[in-house]
């Protein structure tokens, strides 16, 4: 629909239905977050609060909160864009719908940026501080207000000006506390290797200021751009065009290169020392700590006459950022398996934070009409996997042979562990990453970005059957078939000599050691959520009758995977008791919010 600001798609989303206009005052401190997830959790309308307490700007929520939502305000460009990406997966059948593959031709016009003046660029009509921008904090410890849907913008030194050289990323923006200077400075959060920080380094390496420009709202396409796995060369502004169906507009400002049609636009210069963000409670459902990270130094803050400030809320999954992931997956999805040869499907688990855990199916071809093959060509295709932009966060990534169930959805998560439960050999089919880097949101390492990897594959015939019925142990529950939850306050290796001739692998292959049992066996998304946030694991996995041989490590019996909380983890997120009192009574019978969420 090409929608030009914020304000255009909340009218349209009101048009049809999709939007809950908030008037009463709502307090930007934890309300308005708590409201967000409340409504995110019934698959509720997208929020328009228009009464922010201390803030004269309207905010809003919930824009991307269901698929179906999603799909609804990229409608007359969806088809097109998937069109174009199933092209690139296999072009040969798009040719054979010459109609389809016009309209994806002209749609591709649409990947071209347009300059145009200062004049008319919406963007510049008004000036305001940082401190004038809602305050949005999000849980109770985050280190102060942040920017959740921001649209951050760099571009290459060799290149200024250049919209086609550029990186658009999501990283998150601190907008005040820690030792940030009032109304003139910033902090962003992102990893130093990866886009922006490639730009970074150049303009370091070059003497050159780093200039970013931050850019919220305006084309909705703007923000789901910047979070799209693009292929290495294709620039997401040219993907937001495609997706807007129409051409993303800039015009500049002195030296930087602004969004024309943004509803807000932060430009500035990154500076030379780093200064304390943090923490902010993050997607994996913990917060993430203050570290340093590079500090912006504001020049300007620009916003349209009409702004409204867009933003959403992480934390433990299922979230908005998770119909993020389910709706590039649909239109994407397809592609993936095409880079990787062998790779027929792969699913990054929202459940258990997306990187942390990675399941795979992929075919294996060294030796296809034997059925009791060891996996060879899976642990080609894992390492592929573990290469490949973000599939490379994954911390756990479970692997299976198509051809032992060619009907196995790999979206069904339990079917797909039974699956690899009764097939795989502890002793053979464990391969870990010692000593390697892992995603920075991720503090089961024993330091910043410090951990390991370990890829579970299995392939063959079913060789044991998984027992449901709870054995006679204290602190002990069944999550699964053949997964137990257990809780003990020994030491790993100590557990594991006393799970000896208690636990039968044939029975129960996985064990989980976790602080409530109770808790992992209630839902299976608790068991995902925990087991795989909460481990290291070349530290926290041992087993009965464990063993290595030719520095390749194994067990006969059940696998342990150690989930307790260490004290080196980052503390899980938990709600304002006082906010969530107010909120349920705006939700409670006769309360303000009760019969229009």
């Not at 990866?194 to 970013?212: A, C, M, S, Y």
């Not at 200064?275 to 570290?291: A, I």
Request: glycine share 8%; with cysteine.
């Amino acid at each position: 629909m090409g929608y030009q600001s914020t304000r255009e798609c909340i009218e349209a989303l009101e048009k049809h239905g999709q939007l809950l206009r908030i008037t009463e005052e709502v307090d930007p401190h934890l309300e308005m977050a708590e409201i967000q997830r409340r409504v995110y959790q019934a698959g509720g309308p997208a929020l328009l609060f228009e009464n922010v307490k201390g803030c004269k700007f309207p905010c809003a929520s919930n824009l991307f909160g269901t698929p179906e939502r999603a799909k609804l305000i990229f409608s007359d460009t969806y088809d097109q864009v998937a069109a174009l990406v199933g092209a690139k997966a296999d072009p040969a059948g798009l040719m054979k719908k010459p109609g389809k593959a016009l309209k994806a031709g002209l749609s591709a016009l649409h990947a071209l940026p347009k300059r145009v003046s200062q004049r008319a660029a919406p963007v510049f009509e008004c000036r305001a501080k940082l401190s004038d921008l809602p305050p949005i904090v999000s849980w109770p410890d985050d280190g102060g207000p942040f920017i959740t849907l921001p649209q951050v913008y760099s571009e290459h030194p060799d290149h200024p000006g250049k919209p086609l050289k550029s990186n658009l990323g999501m990283y998150r923006i601190q907008v005040s506390g820690n030792e940030f200077v009032k109304d003139e400075e910033v902090g962003l959060h992102y990893q130093l290797h990866r886009g922006i920080g490639v730009h970074q380094k150049l303009h370091k390496e070059q003497d050159k200021p780093f200039r970013v420009a931050i850019f919220i709202g305006g084309p909705p396409a703007m923000s789901f751009s910047a979070v799209m796995p693009l292929p290495e060369g294709m620039p997401e502004v040219a993907f937001a065009g495609l997706l807007a169906g129409r051409r993303f507009r800039y015009a500049h400002y002195k030296d930087w290169t602004v969004s024309a049609e943004a509803d807000f636009c932060i430009v500035g210069t990154i500076k030379e020392e780093l200064k304390r963000e943090g923490p902010f409670g993050d997607h994996l459902g913990y917060y993430s700590l203050d570290h340093l990270f590079p500090c912006l130094e504001v020049e300007e803050v620009f916003h349209r006459k009409d702004a409204i400030w867009p933003f959403t809320v992480v934390g433990r999954p299922p979230q908005e950022d998770t119909t993020f992931g389910e709706v590039i997956h649909d239109m994407t999805g397809v592609a993936i398996p095409t880079e990787l040869p062998g790779l027929k499907a792969v699913h990054a688990v929202d459940a258990a934070g997306v990187h942390p855990l990675l399941l795979a199916i992929g075919e294996e071809r060294y030796t296809p009409y034997m059925k009791t093959m060891r996996p060879s060509e899976l642990l080609t295709i894992s390492n592929a996997i573990l290469g490949k932009g973000q599939l490379s966060l994954a911390k756990y990534l479970f692997i299976v042979n198509e051809a032992d169930n060619p009907d196995l959805d790999i979206h069904d998560i339990p079917a797909y562990f039974s699956h690899l439960l009764t097939r795989i050999k502890w002793e053979r089919d464990l391969h870990f990453q010692t000593e390697t880097s892992i995603d920075t949101l991720d503090y089961s390492g024993d330091a910043l970005n410090h951990g390991s990897k370990v890829v579970f594959a299995a392939s063959g015939e079913v060789f044991r059957t998984l027992e449901t019925e709870k054995p006679e142990l204290e602190s002990t529950e069944v999550v699964a078939p053949g997964i137990l939850a257990m809780s003990s306050t020994f030491e790993l290796e100590t557990f594991a000599r006393q799970m000896e001739g208690l636990v039968s692998a044939d029975d129960f292959p996985l064990i989980v050691l976790c602080d409530e049992p109770e808790f992992l066996a209630a839902d299976f998304n608790n068991f995902l959520w925990v087991t795989f946030t909460r481990s290291n694991p070349a530290r926290d996995m041992h087993g009965v009758g464990a063993k290595t041989e030719f520095k390749h490590w194994g067990c006969t019996g059940p696998l342990i995977i150690d989930a307790r909380l260490k004290p080196h983890h980052a503390p899980p997120l938990i709600e304002d008791p006082q906010v969530t009192a107010k909120v349920d009574a705006l939700f409670a019978p006769g309360g303000a919010l009760n019969s229009r969420a």
